[in-house]
């Protein structure tokens, strides 16, 4: 079983707002107990570290596309789980003409084409990065130096998240080469705006964290698993 795996109950008729969660144990089991009949959507969500790429039951990628799991009243379903597949990577390395030796701390974004945040990092001591777990699939880089006096940017030398190139991922390998050389300037680029289109079901990483107590024993009475 997959530990450490947050799982997200949604009503199958919003997409915005998930209604519960929960951390696979040691094992990979995972509890909802105490739901009124309805329709419901799961998603299993990979955290930070983790290079599984997310996925929603049964098998699907998204909200829209997952299985719908009808829940009478009194009934217990055992048999909501799922199999992790191995996502997919971008790496690379930022610099700039000041700093050839690489810029530390930069943050590093992942998004959809559609504009929804995929994944997140922050570039190392030698300004190289990695954003794992990631599903197959086009996605638009941005580079965002913070407070540090260089000019934030889009993959590839792009001002403009409309202007980005695209990288493709395939899960289970690497897209390596996705380099980034920031011109040397205080301020940040007005074109670095995040994206607004966002949407809870499919941006896994920036919903709440569950607290450390969101496992326990008795939630493995009905367990489904991951």
Same mark, same amino acid.
């Given at each position: 079983?997959?530990?450490?795996? %947050?799982?997200?109950?949604?009503?199958?008729? +919003?997409?915005?707002?998930?209604? +519960?969660?929960?951390?696979?144990?040691?094992?990979?089991? *995972?509890?909802?107990?105490?739901? #009124?009949?309805?329709?419901?959507?799961?998603?299993?969500?990979?955290?930070?570290?983790?290079? *599984?790429?997310?996925?929603?039951?049964?098998?699907?990628?998204?909200?829209? !596309?997952?299985?719908?799991?009808?829940?009478?009243?009194?009934?217990?379903? &055992?048999?909501?789980?799922?199999?992790?597949?191995?996502?997919?990577?971008?790496?690379?390395?930022?610099?700039?003409?000041?700093?050839?030796?690489?810029?530390?701390?930069?943050?590093?974004?992942?998004?959809?084409?559609?504009?929804?945040?995929?994944?997140?990092? %922050? &570039?190392?001591?030698?300004?190289?990065?990695?954003?794992?777990?990631?599903? &197959?699939?086009?996605?638009?880089?941005?580079?965002?130096?913070?407070?540090?006096?260089?000019?934030?940017?889009?993959?590839?030398?792009?001002?403009?998240?409309? *202007?980005?190139?695209?990288?493709?991922?395939?899960?289970?390998?690497?897209? @390596?080469?996705?380099?980034?050389?920031?011109?040397?300037?205080?301020?940040?680029? #007005?074109?670095?705006?995040?994206? &607004? #289109?966002?949407?809870?079901?499919?941006?896994? !990483?920036?919903?709440?964290?569950?607290?450390?107590?969101? @496992?326990? #024993?008795?939630?493995?009475?009905?367990?489904?698993?991951?």
């Amino acid at each position: 079983g997959v530990e450490g795996l %947050h799982v997200y109950l949604y009503r199958a008729d +919003d997409s915005g707002n998930w209604l +519960d969660y929960r951390i696979s144990d040691t094992q990979g089991y *995972y509890y909802f107990g105490s739901l #009124s009949p309805g329709a419901y959507k799961v998603a299993f969500s990979p955290i930070s570290g983790m290079d *599984y790429a997310e996925e929603w039951y049964d098998g699907k990628q998204g909200f829209e !596309s997952a299985d719908t799991i009808d829940l009478a009243s009194g009934e217990d379903r &055992t048999d909501i789980n799922a199999f992790m597949d191995p996502g997919g990577s971008i790496s690379g390395r930022v610099t700039s003409g000041s700093m050839p030796e690489g810029i530390e701390g930069v943050g590093v974004t992942a998004y959809t084409p559609d504009g929804r945040y995929a994944r997140a990092c %922050h &570039t190392d001591a030698d300004g190289y990065y990695r954003l794992g777990g990631l599903a &197959t699939g086009e996605y638009l880089v941005r580079f965002d130096p913070g407070r540090m006096p260089y000019k934030g940017e889009w993959y590839q030398d792009r001002y403009g998240q409309r *202007y980005a190139d695209r990288v493709l991922v395939t899960a289970g390998s690497e897209t @390596t080469g996705i380099d980034a050389v920031l011109a040397d300037g205080a301020g940040r680029a #007005s074109a670095l705006a995040a994206p &607004t #289109s966002r949407n809870k079901s499919t941006a896994p !990483s920036e919903r709440a964290a569950p607290p450390a107590n969101s @496992t326990t #024993s008795s939630q493995k009475r009905q367990p489904g698993s991951t």
